[in-house]
């Protein structure tokens, strides 16, 4: 959504206004969004991390004054603000418990410390929490009744949703689905968490990356391998040239990925019977619009239907999501909503 982002007029939009902040290793996105999850105003800075989490707290709260400004409103007119961060976190605390790309950050106020800088109250939630509920209320799943979401990037991030509740667990640690083991064998591979047979070290760009690696390592041939003895770099956008060159082991393990998802959407399948199950971030391979996008769509759909009731299989959608990088910001602000309404009755 955000190269085609449409604003929506301020004399358009359904009053109460919610902010929500989509915080990122690289950048931090804020949204202005409408009672129906329309966006009002957008706004995306560089995160700047080593500059320290009192400074990106600072800087996130000027953002939602600067997103009301922008539309000629008062910040007292926002409702409530909503902040999507990486975690773990502990969620009643208000804090990261560990940063792993915000280095220095565990243990920081977070959510409160915007709030102050903000002058607002502040949700807060995991950031693949946030983007599911976006995807939930105005993106892939819009009017049904239950998500799940897989946010394919250097890791493998979840979220779900049942009925408007965020699963958010009793430790804060719910719907982190990048952490179901898919594979509980001696050789599993070990994710980057530190335990073997998660989903996130066969399904990740960290994982494909180091696969194609292993095998090109071991002399296997192909427009691959020459592509990286002449000096380009080894990630997914050129593992998906290649595979759409038909180079065997592009092609191999990107399909072997899409199987791995197909056994973890199977399982989550099986637990909750999610409605739609939606695929998000940045490794989904063009989507729907590109050859190498369809075909990993149509692996993994090809192994949940060899693996899950017919019923099931026939009845739950699995799709791309639909809202792209603007997802987290929408749905933060979208879970900012829902602490509104239920604060105010």
Known sequence: MASDRTLLPLARARQPLYAGLDLGGTNIKSALVDDAGDVVAFHSE????????????????RAVHAL??????????IARVGLGSPGPLDLEAGTI?????????????????????AGCAVTFANDANAAAYG???VGSARGASSLVLLTLGTGVGGGIIIGDVNVEGAHSHGSECGHM???????????PCGQPGHLEAYASATSLTAMAAEQLAAGVGGSLAEAVAAGEQLTPILLAREAERGDRVAHGVLMDAARWLGIGIVSLMHAIDPAVVALGGAMTFGRDDHPVGRAFLARIRDEVHRRTFPLLAERTSICYAG?????????AAGLARLAHRGHSG
């Open 181 to 191: 083991i898919v594979d509980p064998s001696p050789a599993a591979r070990m994710c």
């Open 68 to 77: 009301a400004s922008r539309v000629g409103v008062a910040a007292a007119d």
């Open 46 to 61: 560089p995160t700047h991390a080593s500059r320290g989490p009192e400074d990106a707290a600072a800087r996130m709260g």
């Open 323 to 331: 809202l792209g990088g603007d997802a987290g910001a929408i749905g």
């Open 135 to 137: 995807e939930f209320w």
């Open 97 to 117: 418990v560990r940063a792993g790309n915000l280095p220095g950050w565990d243990g920081f106020p977070l959510r409160d410390r915007v709030a102050s800088h």
